[in-house]
T-cell receptor
Framework: AQRVTQPEKLLSVFKGAPVELKCNYSYSGSPELFWYVQYSRQRLQLLLRHISRESIKGFTADLNKGETSFHLKKPFAQEEDSAMYYCALSGSGGSRLTFGEGTQLTVNP | GAVVSQHPSRVICKSGTSVKIECRSLDFQATTMFWYRQFPKQSLMLMATSNEGSKATYEQGVEKDKFLINHASLTLSTLTVTSAHPEDSSFYIC????????FGQGTRLTVV
């Protein structure tokens, strides 16, 4: 069974501070991991995926297979980063996603 | 990025009636679409996988006779909530994949 855990429902930081949103997963095969973001009153949108190894809006995430983690990081948080963030997992060969419960990030001025 | 459009964005219906929600991929073809349900302050729960030209695959615990899914073309999937009851009130979201899942804007269903 595949499972995604985001241990923090709420995370609050000050502008300019580093931020890390935690994500752990369990999956028996080789998963594909994603981070999705939902800004207020907007649809869910893809932020980044581990296979592309890119940085989007200053965010990065590294897949750590040993720790089964895919934490999302940004060195200097901005107020516009305030949103709901979901970590998601897809098994090999398909796009069926399992979501974590989400972390509401608030960046205070 | 790819665009997925969902309609309607909000619907209120009377208990016992049926409601149809449409999900369209606007600039790509999607042989597979997914339907999720989201309760307030909770994560997205996959309800079913909609397959173009064949029957949908439902997740455990989801009533297939209550949540009818039709995927008649490569750009359209529909979810019909039949004989709706107040407990069916929720936020329903569809997605389709093109190098990563793209989501519709969601449909807020309220059954009164």
């Amino acid at each position: 069974a595949q499972r995604v855990t985001q241990p923090e429902k709420l995370l609050s930081v000050f502008k300019g501070a580093p931020v890390e949103l935690k994500c752990n997963y369990s999956y028996s095969g080789s998963p594909e991991l994603f981070w999705y973001v939902q800004y207020s009153r907007q649809r869910l949108q893809l932020l980044l995926r581990h296979i592309s190894r890119e940085s989007i809006k200053g965010f990065t995430a590294d897949l750590n297979k040993g720790e089964t983690s895919f934490h999302l990081k940004k060195p200097f948080a901005q107020e516009e980063d305030s949103a709901m963030y979901y970590c998601a997992l897809s098994g090999s060969g398909g796009s069926r996603l399992t979501f974590g419960e989400g972390t509401q990030l608030t960046v205070n001025p | 990025g790819a665009v997925v459009s969902q309609h309607p964005s909000r619907v209120i219906c009377k208990s016992g009636t049926s409601v149809k929600i449409e999900c369209r991929s606007l600039d790509f073809q999607a042989t597979t679409m997914f339907w999720y349900r989201q309760f307030p302050k909770q994560s997205l729960m996959l309800m079913a996988t909609s397959n173009e030209g064949s029957k949908a695959t439902y997740e455990q615990g989801v009533e297939k006779d209550k949540f009818l899914i039709n995927h008649a073309s490569l750009t359209l999937s529909t979810l019909t909530v039949t004989s709706a009851h107040p407990e069916d009130s929720s936020f329903y979201i569809c997605s389709a994949s093109e190098g990563g899942a793209f989501f519709g804007q969601g449909t807020r269903l309220t059954v009164v």
